[in-house]
């Protein structure tokens, strides 16, 4: 497809377990984006890459977050040990480059139980 | 730091009406001003956008004109249909390359 793709759409998962969230970029998009939308913060921002480095990871909640993005493309979101406050739909966005306009996927529903 | 601040709503409208849904923000430099529309169900989405001020950003018969005299990117519908019920987002690009977001606000146009 020509859009950024996430999987998967929908989990839900006990508390304490981890989950891996996928994105696939828009090909050629060399900048790849994470954002949590949830009803109590709004849209915040997480973290980006630059090709496979992530210049800024100020908006990682915490610790039990981490990111890595492969090969220039996919990119897996990872939260350990998920906490009920982690529920949230998280989104994923490429762009050209940096300060380039972002184009959002569907987004990964997660619900902690 | 950068904020962006939008009328939360919600708004409803009857079919034909004329919308406004204000935005403000605060930002150092001059950044990228965006709005994104959130249909029911599905991601978002890219509606329009103005990078420099006095540029006009259109698309879908919206419009929004980056106003840094004012600092506001204030969206506009001369005439919503029922297709526009939407979640529409004020986002705006400064220093950094994330965006930051207003807090959504919520459209609902009945027949």
């Known amino acids: 497809g020509a859009g950024v793709s996430q999987s998967p759409s929908n989990k839900v998962t006990e508390k304490g377990k981890d989950v891996e969230l996928r994105c696939d970029p828009i090909s050629g998009h060399t900048a790849l984006y994470w954002y949590r939308q949830s009803l109590g913060q709004g849209l915040e921002f997480l973290i980006y890459?630059?090709?496979?480095?992530?210049?800024?990871k100020s908006g990682l909640p915490s610790d039990r977050f981490s990111a890595e993005r492969t090969g220039g493309s996919v990119s897996t979101l990872t939260i350990q040990r998920t906490q009920q406050e982690d529920s949230a739909v998280y989104l994923c966005a490429s762009s050209w480059g940096l300060a380039e306009t972002q184009y959002f996927g569907p987004g990964t529903r997660l619900l902690v139980l | 730091g950068n904020s962006v601040t939008q009328m939360e709503g919600p708004v409803t409208l009857s079919e034909e009406a004329f919308l406004t849904i204000n935005c403000t923000y605060t930002?150092?430099?001059?950044?990228?001003l965006f709005w994104y529309v959130q249909y029911p169900g599905e991601g978002l989405q890219l509606l329009l956008k103005?990078?420099?001020?006095?540029d006009k950003g259109s698309n879908k018969g919206f419009e929004a004109t980056y106003r840094k005299e004012t600092t506001s990117f204030h969206l506009e519908k001369g005439s919503v249909q029922v297709s526009d019920s939407a979640v529409y987002f004020c986002a705006l690009q400064g220093g950094s390359e994330k965006l930051v977001f207003g807090k959504g606000t919520k459209l609902t146009v009945n027949p």
């Open positions: 890459f630059q090709g496979n480095s992530a210049p800024d």
């Open positions: 103005a990078t420099k001020a006095d």
């Open positions: 930002a150092t430099g001059y950044p990228s």
